[in-house]
């Protein structure tokens, strides 16, 4: 678990199964021939397992075993500990996975008391949702048709209007940022994740 890079591959895992490409992808600078040890490594301690998606994918994928995803609370706690860092920079780039499990570790459930919503995340090339409701955040993967607002952007651009205070309209304008459906829930989605107060040094 301490050798480099097996906590970023647990965590890219986090949010379900992913094929090795889409792994290498997300992990900047990792090699293929480390990757490959980190998931034979993690496989070998029951933290990881391979799967063959159903026909007509057919691909191999890998996921976390349930014992795996137990980790979670462990990745929050070193986010949440990090976010208080005076040097931490929200405008850095992040992976999707990093930014959308940020949104479950800082969500304020009383900022979102009574609100019902499904909010859309095209990353890239990926799709995620978002569910509120009931004082709780749910993000999977999947596509986001049907969703109340779509976000479109880079993880960091996400990133950047939800942690660094970047407005809406600005990042618009600069192209970087596309937001369709309900404006009114965009604005109200970005204030319920603050950020911990700073470590005192």
């Given at each position: 678990m301490g050798d480099r890079w097996a906590l970023l591959v647990m965590r890219e895992l986090l949010l379900g199964p992913r094929r090795f490409g889409d792994l290498r992808a997300s992990l900047c600078g990792i090699s293929a021939n480390i990757l490959t040890q980190r998931l034979e490594e993690l496989e070998a301690i029951g933290v990881v397992e391979r799967r063959v998606l159903p026909p007509p994918a057919r691909v191999q994928v890998y996921a976390l075993t349930p014992w795996g995803m137990e980790s979670e609370p462990i990745f929050q706690a070193l986010g949440r500990w990090a976010a208080?860092?005076?040097r931490h920079d929200p405008r850095l780039p992040i992976s999707a996975v990093s930014f959308l499990l940020s949104l479950r570790t800082m969500f304020d459930a009383p900022r979102a008391e009574g609100l019902r919503a499904r909010l859309g995340f095209r990353l890239g090339e990926e799709e995620f949702v978002a569910r509120l409701g009931g004082g709780q955040i749910l993000v999977e993967a999947g596509p986001v048709a049907g969703a109340d607002v779509v976000f479109a952007g880079s993880p960091a651009v996400m990133a950047a209007a939800v942690y660094g205070g970047?407005?809406?309209?600005?990042l618009?304008?600069?192209?970087?940022l596309r937001v369709e459906g309900d404006r009114a829930l965009a604005e109200r989605f970005l204030g319920l994740f603050p950020l911990p107060p700073k470590a005192g040094g």
């Amino acid at each position: 678990m301490g050798d480099r890079w097996a906590l970023l591959v647990m965590r890219e895992l986090l949010l379900g199964p992913r094929r090795f490409g889409d792994l290498r992808a997300s992990l900047c600078g990792i090699s293929a021939n480390i990757l490959t040890q980190r998931l034979e490594e993690l496989e070998a301690i029951g933290v990881v397992e391979r799967r063959v998606l159903p026909p007509p994918a057919r691909v191999q994928v890998y996921a976390l075993t349930p014992w795996g995803m137990e980790s979670e609370p462990i990745f929050q706690a070193l986010g949440r500990w990090a976010a208080r860092s005076p040097r931490h920079d929200p405008r850095l780039p992040i992976s999707a996975v990093s930014f959308l499990l940020s949104l479950r570790t800082m969500f304020d459930a009383p900022r979102a008391e009574g609100l019902r919503a499904r909010l859309g995340f095209r990353l890239g090339e990926e799709e995620f949702v978002a569910r509120l409701g009931g004082g709780q955040i749910l993000v999977e993967a999947g596509p986001v048709a049907g969703a109340d607002v779509v976000f479109a952007g880079s993880p960091a651009v996400m990133a950047a209007a939800v942690y660094g205070g970047v407005p809406l309209p600005a990042l618009e304008a600069e192209g970087a940022l596309r937001v369709e459906g309900d404006r009114a829930l965009a604005e109200r989605f970005l204030g319920l994740f603050p950020l911990p107060p700073k470590a005192g040094g």
